[in-house]
């Protein structure tokens, strides 16, 4: 018997999702399965972790759900926007993520999911061109098409709660500019004027889905509800929003790896980083000004884990570097090779080289269930604003800079903050320091 | 002003090393030059590492220095046992694993570190061949001539304390005899009698070192003292053990890295670990007899970590397969190379590869430091036994297996571990739980 | 116009391959799915490859069909024999190499082919233990069914030639015994006294192939024909051999990287090579016996393209070392590591690391389709006994050890082997040296 | 005895080096050290390598000075331009490639070895620095100040033959422009017009060395020599001239590795490589103007090794990339990660990656050596312009593309030109095809 006093997951669970490609295409097809029991939601913590609540004599090992009234798989229904046409069984099968017989089985559902038109500014992607493009005058009415179509899906639906998840592309990077980005009356005053070079179309959705009472996802690494603006919107609306960039690959593995070196007190001259994709992503990506802000998201994450302040013997002047590639090839299977120089006693050099084959959209997918459920109980906690419990499943995780807050990068400690904020919303003791 | 009730650390500390190769002599050679200024201990987490005691507005972070009386660098006095005359200095010449540059400022101090003569026997390492041999005549024998070491020792050197660490060779397997390793008096009993299959040259030093007041310290994997009997004779006589097998290179980075996976929920299919190494360690686990006792020590490291029965979509089946091969080319400079076979989101698989160019003994001599330095603090708390606490360094880390415990080789939790028990004997509460 | 005086390649041609797992049915399927033009027989040199005939104004460069006649694709007829009684649809889809979708369209003829009752010895491949086994008296009789089948096969499919090819398991190892393996008489001898000691399954389908005037071909490290026994009937039938063990993945590999340092005179100090594999092939050579037989087989590799003699500075006692490593979660997929510990000027250490993800039948297939095409063209040549111009497709060539000849190993001097024999057969000069 | 008609190797050779960094300082100390015995000049093919002459019961193996009149090392008198002023000696030691111990049995001779003030035009080199540099009035009078040098050293070391090797940093990138760089004469008036853009610094010190009876050898992929004009200028003086860019670390390889791929006739659907190296020659290529002369050079390889037009169906559209990455923590131990996507039976897909930890200055130090003695050697044996039979060490061969001459890159075929051409001069027959 849960002792959460978050409000029980009832009726049906809206997930928007803007991109219906590789990632969200997988991530919808999975769910599907795997609530007809064909498929295993692997990597997906609120359907596997177990947590422990209280200490000593009432020590217990819990399933997310089993603490907190997570929304079930059966609840789910989606929705989503694109550039392209295509459906979601269309999307699933161009990707070439899924084999076929792990996506037949759900191509009737899949087939209706069809996209609604998206708000889309070629100026902030310019290697996309589909053209399943919202007509607007400015972003204004660019916001006010995307709440009409929130609340149309709503409605057709027969849904009460729904989460927005951004899982497209990367835009060009929009630098937070103070005159713009720091109220919610500049913002809005910059939307009414049409101001595209601040306002990112997936500023607009952010807003759009806050204003209509849903939570805010951003998957990419993108400005959008990284700024004062939308801190304010958030609380005023009383929604979550969590950020950014989904944490699947490489930097998985960094986030993890730096705290093995940093705490068996080795040493660090350097780490470069590369990667090679060729999905969409990659495709994007490929063009300076998008993989400037992914650059950005990227690098930050060593800071914060291997301390030069705090060890200088051991992490002042390292040099880290990240790289990345399209490389057309491997489509989806994009591949990561760390080199990792380390040294030891006395100052002995060593090297780690690590090489990871992975699937961009296997990663994201369970994230984004994760993500969205998750949200979903914060809304229903009562929680509001930005949500650093989640940093766990973000490549650069949200954090109130203004007030000189800074980001946990490091996977153990970010696994701390997520168990603690699921045993508080679940009535018990959030017992665990982060180190 | 520390809180400890900890015995301080007076007087000089007597470090006696059985093994006077690669790693004791970096050891040796790390610690007094580091007393000089000359070199840092990199990797030692005495020396550098800080913890968290107190929280909230209590909250600090100190060195374990400043928690407990941690013994000084400048106290320690070394000696040594070996089948070869080597002294130090020619030790740390011969086994090229430092530069000239980096011994010769300390030659001094290395060449007065002349072997005692070894208790061996060529049945437990083949492929070694010194002579500076015990003349003994049987177990019991061994272990007298040892005691009186030890003693010799101390008197010379003016010490009170001492500590003793084995860095010499994997052993023969020698499985746990429940007729002879079960009691004292069962073990005393086989010395006398001279059964030389059951009691490895390794138990007379460790009975020696325990009989004599001195901790002891297993850093290879053998049964030495993971056996009921040591256990009853360290009760006895108030003094710390610890064991087994330096984490060093490939082990330590499959305990940091399968927590990652572990924790993220993703799926493991198989795992396989390869090593080349071309120094002494490297010749003797060539022989099958003695890698046995190594394979041992190493695969057990995944199964307290990804558990079958915990999550059983994730982690049942999985292949774990590690070899050791002989290569000389690279000397001390060992690799590991480690597959690992990952599922994620559906099921679908993905692959891992680390490749370790690391230094053997650049990895194990922090740990020798370390394990030195925090058996005598356990002996000084009055902490008598097996040192779980010590398992963070270890590969194969000692336990009551009569009990039903269970190893721990996460990482992160021996990091727990270690830091509770400092917290404790630095006069804080032990406040972390270990997940 | 070819100029070639060899017989043409008229009517249908038998091949009848030993063990129908992994690689031949991939083999088969892809002949088949070939000649519907529904795939391509990618790696197949008789397929693609082009070479120059004639110098300077004469100088051309032809497709192998264009100087000798090879036989077409759409003329081979399959059979084969297995200890499973799996036809080869069957174990095409069980083997999991090829996608259904690549199977399905040539299932028909895939079903069609059912192999025969193979002669078996469990001795001799412990791990094995399908029960669809001739019931023989002993290896004379083991023998002569043999030779009954391959006539039925004949007369059943209307087809004048035959070519055996065993694709099959890794016998364990049989040395070469010069009282039973020197002469025919001997062997005869042996096989009607039943000596399965020496006498290993494999000889009977090679002795039976020989008699019926039907080329053979060794796949695996097997001694089988590489004894001078076999030598003698093969000149007696007239009929060409070819082995051992097909040259696929890390060997391939080796075979072509290490005239790279050899060229460049770079100098060699170890290479470690170390491979995982899950497939049948993996099962059986996790046996020591049969590992041993295939170690022998791989390590002979560099001897021959980097050596001492020759270059006493650079490749004196370099240490070569190679492991096989049975490991399931792969399947065929197997996987090759290598490390290479190169020096260059005034000695200074280099390293290299080569990483191959592979699949063994997907490398194996074409080499069975050109060994069968060549075996058959050099029989209609009238060319008998060891055909060394076909070591770029083997492991481990055969040559005459009783006359000192040494295998050439060298992939781009095997290369001109090849060319030269084509050359030859097809009237033109065989214009090449080796080096 | 010889049979060749070259002239004889008498007197002493001039070497003049631009550049005294580490690759000549390496070069230097190891052709002082060999001639002193103490060290192996491995990697060179003028010191090492055997070649055949003759066929069939002529057939010899002889090494290149037993069949053309090779320099002898003691012969070689050293001479250098920098921008820094460091001699050898220091160079060496600050580059850090060699141990100490293997550069100070020489260190009165390297410290003699003082640079020459450099001929230098920062915007061709941004991250240069150094002030040991000409003060010229203009491209002409810079041309003309180099030529004094020349003649100056070989006034004052008695020296008869010279040759000019740059090994210098990678300029920026300088297309070639007709209107300048196709005849002599429009050459030389830009040089007089003082045209900065098109005329670089490298070409003055190759116009100088032409002008003054050296050969010249570009070891970095600067268009210099690469002009018309040159050839023009070599075929005027009777100047054999090299370039461009030595083959030193991942395009040896690559050179070697894609005929592996295309003798055997397997697909190739992509090849990624990239490359960290600290040097100074990185710190340069950090620079975008600068990487791109490089990549250029570096992307060429595989065009002409796997040729789409011979093989449409598996060489057609594959994707290469080539990434360099200043990454200061190594020095000058460079490191290259190539991913190579192949594929074959049926059009499957398999992965190899290599990694090569290789030192720069080891690998390029011999081949400084082979080109200043085969330069040589080809003066004297009358062959003036494009030396092509050297394409053997370089990245980027030189070819008259003006005739529509296809560069050789397959590692194998350049070296049968580079046996031919040392048969051709020793009066054997040029007996082998490339193919």
């Known amino acids: 018997m849960s002792k959460s006093t978050v409000k029980p997951a009832e009726g049906k669970l809206g997930v928007l999702v803007v991109g219906l490609g590789a990632v969200s295409s997988t991530f919808m097809t999975g769910v599907l399965m795997a609530r007809k029991g064909l498929a295993k939601p692997v990597g997906s913590m609120t359907q596997y972790d177990k947590i422990r609540v209280g200490k000593g004599a009432d020590k217990k090992y819990l399933k997310y759900n089993e603490i907190v009234p997570i929304a079930d798989l059966n609840d789910i229904v989606f929705g989503a926007w694109d550039v392209y046409p295509a459906n979601a069984y269309e999307s699933a099968i161009n990707c070439e993520v899924l084999k ?21 500014d070629k100026n ?72 595209k070079e601040h306002i990112a ?121 990240v790289r990345i590639n399209y490389y057309p ?17 006395m100052g002995y050099p060593m090297q780690i080289k690590i090489n990871f084959l992975c699937r961009d959209s296997i990663l994201a997918a369970p994230l984004c269930l994760d993500l969205v459920l998750l949200s979903d109980l914060a809304a229903r906690a009562g929680r509001h604003g930005i949500q650093r419990f989640l940093s766990f499943f973000l490549k650069s995780p949200m954090h109130d800079y203004t007030k000189g807050e800074v980001p946990v990068n490091h996977l153990f400690q970010q696994y701390v903050m997520l168990k603690n904020a699921i045993r508080e919303m679940g009535g018990y003791e959030a017992d665990e320091e982060i180190d």
Chains 1, 2, 3, 4 share one sequence.
């Not at 995307?146 to 609340?151: L, V």
């Not at 979550?240 to 007190?265: E, H, N, Y």
Request: charged letters at 30%; a negative charge; proline letters at 6%.
């Open 124 to 195: 902030y992607a310019k290697r996309l061109d589909g053209d399943n493009v919202k007509d607007v005058k400015d972003r204004w009415d660019m916001t006010e098409q995307i709440r009409e179509d929130i609340r149309r899906f709503k409605k057709e639906n027969g849904v009460d709660r729904v989460v927005v998840l951004w899982a497209a592309s990367t835009e060009v990077y929009v630098p937070v500019d103070e005159k713009v980005h720091n109220t919610l009356a500049d913002l809005e005053a910059a939307m009414k004027a049409d101001d």
């Open 100 to 120: 076929e017989k792990d996506i037949n089985p759900v191509k009737d559902e899949l087939i209706k999911i069809v996209p609604m038109k998206a708000a889309f």
């Open 201 to 321: 179309p997936s500023m607009c959705y952010a807003y759009a889905a806050l204003k209509e009472g849903a939570p805010f996802i951003m998957g990419a690494p993108n400005t959008t509800v990284d700024i004062p603006a939308m801190w304010e919107l958030s609380e005023q609306t009383g929604m979550p929003i969590a950020g950014k960039d989904f944490k699947t690959g490489q930097t998985l593995v960094k986030s993890g790896f730096a705290p093995i070196i940093g705490t068996r007190c080795l040493g660090l001259s350097g780490w470069f980083s590369t990667n090679i994709l060729g999905n969409r992503d990659g495709l994007v990506l490929d063009e300076p000004a998008n993989f400037r802000t992914k650059e950005v998201s990227k690098l930050s994450t060593l800071e914060s884990i291997l301390v030069p302040e705090e060890q200088p013997d051991l992490y002042t002047d390292y040099y880290h570097k």
């Open 329 to 345: 090839p491997r489509n989806d299977n994009k591949e990561g090779w760390d080199n990792i120089d380390i040294f030891g006693w």
